[in-house]
């Protein structure tokens, strides 16, 4: 029992070594931009039904295609709708459905990275089979594959995004746990008689939490991009919901004479990418030094 | 070397059948209903009986696994079906498709090898210069930017603006140039750091100072010492960022209006035509495999000590 409660105490000491990592954060100048920008997106994202000047999905005919003003900020689209309205309300959207895609990620390929990891031998090996199949196909042919093949939708292009990650991720984790599983205070755990998913829970993924969140902020940029490429050629959020994405291939069409229709929501793309990536490269160097 | 071919040819099998399973029981869970599609397609108001007649007939009745064992059979015998909006055989339309494609993603690939290896063998040798600081921006932006919006921009003006490329059918270009730039761009940012980083290692390593206290040319080392070890990382990414490219030029091509396979696959899914996106994908899929395949024994050819891992 004491040995149990040593090795407890150990993992959290390592654990609540993450304050360093924090201070070590605030030094990177590029990672605090990224994170104020990132604070501002997810403040931006809450407030929508708040900020938001107008209904992000209300058309007016009357009101197409018009310029700067105060009611509609950035001017309307070729529907009348408030542009500003939806891009703000396209940050929720973007944030709520990245989550899902990281969650489901995790969900998946935390778990069996971990007994991947843990189990070794036969079962390491036939994990690794299928990760294997999965890291040789690139992840818009799924995509294409689940979202074509069934309707295309939100709740599709999620499922297919997340059974295609998981795979590199549930990888690294393995890499992780095997290192983990051989380091001294693993015998002490077996030792006190600590059971395998006592082990696995308590002992090897709170060791390898840290690392595994910083992978997922670095994964968040890229998650983003690829909910706007889905959406923007159909296979992802349906029309008429505020997506960057949807706003984008909408704006296709107007480009000889609205190009400005097609510059906002790619600004505010590129900004959100950018801050995640910069916040996720500070996170990182953070943990590796 | 043949053995080893061999071997890997048979472990390619069961990647195969899971991906094609994956397509197939895909399909028989698509959300519409195919006979109902073809009867409307044959009578117009089919009745019910005309329904199931068409259900019997195509066998859509038979329980999935069945069908499953009957389609494997008739696509190891080429024949992936039939498109459901013009009733051309499936893999027709493959081969008179993906050409472009191929087209577009070799030209992409080229592109692709001139920036990364420019930028990333320059930035490791002249570390901390200004080409050092330009190639790690260009790295960032490619890894940010969205290239669909990247390739509507370049559209916009060259389409647009300048009239080089025609907004409506990109069939008026020869060779994609825009096209592929675009994609090469957005994805050259982690070759270029890739073979910054193995360049730099190889730099540091021993031989290299004792080449250099031989007196061998600086030129000399960098081309055919350094790259020469650094490189074989760089050839398995970009034989997998190959792949990305063909089966990635979906976006692109809907873009540039370029006809090719890609783009055939994204009518195909909002047509519903379910067999030529089934194809698309076994087809993309066994494609994917045999590069990887081919990356692996060039790999194994360049670095003998592969060859008996």
Same mark, same amino acid.
């Given at each position: 029992m004491q040995v149990k409660i040593q090795a407890v105490k150990r993992s959290n000491a390592r654990f609540c070594s993450s304050h360093g990592i924090i201070n070590r954060i605030l030094t990177q100048k590029a990672a605090v931009f990224g994170f104020v920008i990132v604070a501002l997106i997810i403040i931006i994202a809450i407030t929508a039904s708040v900020i938001a000047p107008n209904d992000p999905l209300k058309v007016n005919m009357s009101m197409?295609?018009?310029?700067?003003?105060?009611?509609?900020w950035l001017g309307t689209d070729n529907l009348g709708r408030c542009i500003a309205s939806r891009l703000i309300w396209g940050a929720r959207m973007s944030l709520i459905y990245s989550m899902c895609v990281l969650g489901l990620m995790m969900a998946i390929g935390i778990p069996i990275g971990l007994l991947s990891g843990y189990a070794g031998g036969r079962i390491d090996t036939f994990i690794m089979r299928i990760i294997d199949i999965f890291l040789s196909l690139p992840t818009f042919l799924m995509a294409l594959a689940i979202s074509g093949m069934l309707e295309p939708s939100v709740k599709n292009m999620i499922i297919a995004m997340a059974s295609v990650w998981w795979a590199p991720y549930a990888r690294i984790i393995r890499g992780m746990a095997m290192q983990t599983k051989q380091q001294d205070f693993m015998l002490a755990a077996k030792a006190a008689a600590c059971t395998h998913t006592q082990i696995i829970f308590r002992h090897i993924l709170r060791n390898i939490a840290p690392p595994i969140i910083v992978m997922a902020t670095l994964e968040i940029g890229s998650i983003i991009l690829a909910i706007a490429s889905f959406s923007f050629i159909g296979l992802g959020a349906q029309p008429p919901t505020p997506e960057w994405g949807i706003m984008l291939s909408d704006s296709k069409e107007f480009?000889?004479?609205?190009?400005q229709l097609m510059v906002y929501p790619g600004i505010a793309i590129i900004v959100t990418v950018m801050a995640f990536n910069l916040l996720g490269e500070g996170l990182k160097n953070a943990i590796q030094n | 070397m043949l053995k080893d071919i061999g071997e890997r040819l048979f472990t390619l099998i069961p990647v195969l059948l899971a991906v094609s399973l994956i397509t197939f029981v895909l399909g028989s869970m698509s959300s519409g209903d195919t006979a109902r599609t073809l009867a409307e397609k044959k009578?117009? %108001?089919?009745?019910y009986e005309q329904i199931e007649k068409i259900r019997t007939e195509m066998g859509f009745d038979r329980p999935v696994l069945v069908r499953y064992v009957s389609w494997l059979e008739d696509a190891l015998r080429g024949n992936l079906g039939f498109s459901?909006?013009?009733?051309?055989p499936v893999v027709d339309e493959i081969v008179q498709y993906f050409p472009k494609t191929l087209q577009l993603s070799l030209l992409a690939l080229l592109f692709l090898i001139i920036i990364s290896f420019t930028l990333g063998i320059s930035s490791a040798v002249f570390s901390g210069s200004l080409i050092d600081k330009i190639s790690r921006i260009y790295c960032f932006w490619s890894v940010s930017m969205p290239e669909f919006w990247f390739g509507l921009i370049l559209l916009y003006i *060259?389409?647009? %603006?300048?009239?080089?490329?025609s907004v409506l059918g990109?069939?008026?270009?020869? *060779?994609?140039i825009i096209p592929a730039l675009t994609m090469s761009l957005c994805s050259g940012g982690i070759y270029v750091r890739l073979i910054r980083t193995n360049m730099e290692e190889v730099l540091n390593k021993g031989y290299i100072r004792a080449a250099r206290a031989k007196g061998v040319s600086e030129y000399k080392i960098i081309t055919k010492h350094a790259l020469k070890n650094a490189m074989l990382p760089v050839i398995n990414k970009l034989g997998i960022g190959f792949g990305s490219l063909l089966a990635g030029s979906a976006i692109i091509e809907s873009i540039f209006s370029w006809n090719g396979l890609g783009n055939l696959a994204l009518e195909s899914v909002k047509l519903k035509d379910y067999p030529v996106v089934q194809g698309y994908v076994l087809f993309m899929a066994v494609l994917m495999v045999l590069i990887n395949l081919t990356v692996d024994i060039i790999c194994g050819i360049i670095d003998p000590r592969l060859k008996n891992v």
């Amino acid at each position: 029992m004491q040995v149990k409660i040593q090795a407890v105490k150990r993992s959290n000491a390592r654990f609540c070594s993450s304050h360093g990592i924090i201070n070590r954060i605030l030094t990177q100048k590029a990672a605090v931009f990224g994170f104020v920008i990132v604070a501002l997106i997810i403040i931006i994202a809450i407030t929508a039904s708040v900020i938001a000047p107008n209904d992000p999905l209300k058309v007016n005919m009357s009101m197409r295609l018009k310029g700067l003003s105060s009611l509609y900020w950035l001017g309307t689209d070729n529907l009348g709708r408030c542009i500003a309205s939806r891009l703000i309300w396209g940050a929720r959207m973007s944030l709520i459905y990245s989550m899902c895609v990281l969650g489901l990620m995790m969900a998946i390929g935390i778990p069996i990275g971990l007994l991947s990891g843990y189990a070794g031998g036969r079962i390491d090996t036939f994990i690794m089979r299928i990760i294997d199949i999965f890291l040789s196909l690139p992840t818009f042919l799924m995509a294409l594959a689940i979202s074509g093949m069934l309707e295309p939708s939100v709740k599709n292009m999620i499922i297919a995004m997340a059974s295609v990650w998981w795979a590199p991720y549930a990888r690294i984790i393995r890499g992780m746990a095997m290192q983990t599983k051989q380091q001294d205070f693993m015998l002490a755990a077996k030792a006190a008689a600590c059971t395998h998913t006592q082990i696995i829970f308590r002992h090897i993924l709170r060791n390898i939490a840290p690392p595994i969140i910083v992978m997922a902020t670095l994964e968040i940029g890229s998650i983003i991009l690829a909910i706007a490429s889905f959406s923007f050629i159909g296979l992802g959020a349906q029309p008429p919901t505020p997506e960057w994405g949807i706003m984008l291939s909408d704006s296709k069409e107007f480009m000889q004479t609205q190009p400005q229709l097609m510059v906002y929501p790619g600004i505010a793309i590129i900004v959100t990418v950018m801050a995640f990536n910069l916040l996720g490269e500070g996170l990182k160097n953070a943990i590796q030094n | 070397m043949l053995k080893d071919i061999g071997e890997r040819l048979f472990t390619l099998i069961p990647v195969l059948l899971a991906v094609s399973l994956i397509t197939f029981v895909l399909g028989s869970m698509s959300s519409g209903d195919t006979a109902r599609t073809l009867a409307e397609k044959k009578y117009d %108001r089919p009745t019910y009986e005309q329904i199931e007649k068409i259900r019997t007939e195509m066998g859509f009745d038979r329980p999935v696994l069945v069908r499953y064992v009957s389609w494997l059979e008739d696509a190891l015998r080429g024949n992936l079906g039939f498109s459901y909006s013009n009733d051309k055989p499936v893999v027709d339309e493959i081969v008179q498709y993906f050409p472009k494609t191929l087209q577009l993603s070799l030209l992409a690939l080229l592109f692709l090898i001139i920036i990364s290896f420019t930028l990333g063998i320059s930035s490791a040798v002249f570390s901390g210069s200004l080409i050092d600081k330009i190639s790690r921006i260009y790295c960032f932006w490619s890894v940010s930017m969205p290239e669909f919006w990247f390739g509507l921009i370049l559209l916009y003006i *060259f389409g647009a %603006r300048l009239g080089l490329i025609s907004v409506l059918g990109g069939n008026s270009m020869k *060779f994609p140039i825009i096209p592929a730039l675009t994609m090469s761009l957005c994805s050259g940012g982690i070759y270029v750091r890739l073979i910054r980083t193995n360049m730099e290692e190889v730099l540091n390593k021993g031989y290299i100072r004792a080449a250099r206290a031989k007196g061998v040319s600086e030129y000399k080392i960098i081309t055919k010492h350094a790259l020469k070890n650094a490189m074989l990382p760089v050839i398995n990414k970009l034989g997998i960022g190959f792949g990305s490219l063909l089966a990635g030029s979906a976006i692109i091509e809907s873009i540039f209006s370029w006809n090719g396979l890609g783009n055939l696959a994204l009518e195909s899914v909002k047509l519903k035509d379910y067999p030529v996106v089934q194809g698309y994908v076994l087809f993309m899929a066994v494609l994917m495999v045999l590069i990887n395949l081919t990356v692996d024994i060039i790999c194994g050819i360049i670095d003998p000590r592969l060859k008996n891992v």
